[in-house]
């Protein structure tokens, strides 16, 4: 309650100053605007001068099973398509960090396929029954850092995070919970190496110099890659969701030569309990070849 009706005071001040100060709002939100466009710039050049590796038959066939599984499906045979990266489209609905409500939300994702980088940027509003008052918030992980911002009306700084090791970490393991999107991250011989578990899990470990985070995968019967969870509680008092602990995908479909999901469910998890904070559907995926 105490976050909403800091946002409600905010979204009046924000009001406010659209009437009084329009020109000085427009200037900041492009100021904004070209923040993120920098972001995704960065996570471009990284994305182009990571080289993707071949995976040998060899390391493919000492997968764990429910993996080799999940490539079989996801591929269906045939040579992963050659990205540099990946630009996703989002819709759907978004609770804050402390709060039991959500609200419409679009987002856009640039991600680097075979190195961790990405940026991740969300258009929401404030109130419901005043669209103009929206709120733009991103966060953005390359060369191991992150940056993590929210602004009222693209223009008010409300949340300013800059890089810590807990939060890169988190980003790190952001990128590696996204990556049923683009599998080809997960093959051997990349940023991601895998360790049995059991006929239906698998542990995944990304590495990126000295820092690493983990996820349990949980595969269907036919392959496909039901959910990623972290193997320890989240804190749920901070000011942000980060990555989250778990995510499910569902709803596959074949993209550009692949299965992939297009429904997810982005959650915190604590004590037994797993709450949603981002959930919707992919309404656009277009892979980008470094060439």
Do not use: C
């Amino acid at each position: 309650m105490q976050t909403r009706n800091i946002l409600v005071r905010s979204a009046i001040v924000a009001a406010a100053l659209a009437v009084t100060g329009g020109a000085l709002l427009a200037w900041l939100a492009s100021r904004t605007e070209a923040d993120i466009a920098a972001h995704r710039e960065r996570v471009v050049a990284e994305a182009r001068q990571a080289a993707p590796t071949a995976a040998s038959a060899t390391a493919l066939a000492a997968l764990p099973a429910p993996v080799q599984r999940y490539f079989a499906f996801t591929f269906r045979g045939a040579p992963p398509p050659h990205a540099s990266h990946v630009e996703l489209e989002m819709e759907g609905r978004f609770r804050r960090p402390r709060s039991e409500s959500f609200t419409p939300t679009r987002a856009e994702q640039t991600i680097a396929v075979h190195t961790p980088a990405l940026v991740f940027a969300a258009t929401t509003p404030l109130l419901p029954r005043v669209p103009a008052l929206t709120a733009r918030a991103y966060d953005a992980y390359a060369g191991g850092q992150m940056e993590m911002k929210a602004k009222l009306l693209s223009a008010i700084t409300v949340v300013d995070e800059p890089a810590s090791p807990t939060l890169n970490r988190i980003s790190l393991r952001r990128w590696l919970l996204e990556s049923p999107l683009y599998p080809m991250a997960l093959l051997p011989g990349g940023a991601v190496r895998w360790e049995v578990m059991d006929a239906n899990r698998a542990r995944a470990i990304v590495t990126l110099g000295d820092d690493s985070a983990s996820m349990v995968a949980t595969f269907g019967g036919d392959g496909r890659l039901l959910s990623f969870d972290a193997e320890e509680d989240g804190d749920l008092r901070t000011s942000y969701h980060g990555s989250g602990e778990h995510a499910s995908r569902d709803d596959y479909e074949a993209v550009e030569g692949m299965m992939l999901p297009q429904r997810f469910v982005i959650a915190r998890a604590a004590a037994g309990r797993t709450l949603p904070f981002w959930e919707g559907s992919v309404t656009q995926i277009h892979f980008v070849s470094g060439d």
